[in-house]
């Protein structure tokens, strides 16, 4: 049982490249989410996913679009890449109110 | 206003006592709590969950959480320096079905 994977874990990219980070959950959940972190600042939600086929913007959506693409997967997707989008991006899933998120181990992300 | 509130911290606490870390909310609406902890470099792992008024107790954790007040609180007894972590407070908001986290509590136990 892999839970959450996110691919890739680390990444470079130059300043307006684009690139499309992918997270799958094999724990049939309804809900998924991207989170960012940066020092000091928590998990903001950049995008998340109450079921398959919608998608609801968070804390933190410019600059991001994404695409639930089945049940299983979320993907998140940087158009034109920007330093201020440097950071650790996290993907989590979660069944319900009563269950908890699970998280993916990270993607490291830095524009330059 | 943020819709979950932590102080940043650091807390520093002896070995052995007692760490306390608090969280607010400000969405009435929310259901259910969770206290996250995180290593550096690594990704949030579940310590508790709190749907009810009142305390829950797991070993030397303890949450409490107060809806009329929109307070939720951790207790860590017997702190141990493989305590030291980021913790996370975080509220699931039923009405949208998202999980909105706090900025994060550092805790370092001192030896």
């Known amino acids: 049982n892999a839970g959450v994977t996110q691919t890739p874990k680390f990444q470079v990219l130059k300043t307006g490249q684009s690139m499309t980070l992918q997270c799958a959950q094999d724990?049939?959940?309804?809900?998924m989410y991207w989170y960012r972190q940066d020092p000091g600042m928590g998990l903001r939600l950049i995008y998340y996913s109450a079921s398959e086929g919608t998608t609801d913007k968070g804390e933190v959506p410019n600059g991001y679009n994404v695409s639930r693409l089945n049940k299983r997967e979320f993907s998140l997707r940087l158009e034109s890449a920007a330093p201020s989008q440097t950071s650790v991006y996290f993907c989590a899933s979660s069944g319900s109110w009563d269950t908890e998120a699970f998280f993916g181990q990270g993607t490291r992300l830095t524009v330059v | 206003q943020k819709e979950v509130e932590q102080n940043s911290g650091p807390l520093s606490v002896p070995e052995g006592a007692i760490a306390s870390l608090n969280c607010t909310y400000s969405?009435?609406?929310?259901?259910?709590f969770f206290w996250y902890r995180q290593y550096s470099g690594k990704s949030p792992e579940l310590i508790m969950f709190?749907?009810?008024?009142g305390d829950k107790e797991d070993g030397r954790f303890t949450a409490q959480l107060n809806k009329a007040s929109q307070y939720v609180s951790l207790l860590i007894r017997d702190s141990q320096p493989s305590d030291s972590a980021t913790y996370l407070c975080?509220?699931?908001?039923?009405?949208?079905?998202?999980?909105?986290f706090g900025s994060g509590t550092r805790l370092s136990i001192r030896p």
């Open positions: 969405d009435r609406g929310s259901q259910s």
């Open positions: 709190i749907y009810s008024n």
């Open positions: 975080a509220a699931w908001y039923g009405s949208a079905s998202k999980i909105i």
């Open positions: 724990m049939n959940h309804n809900s």
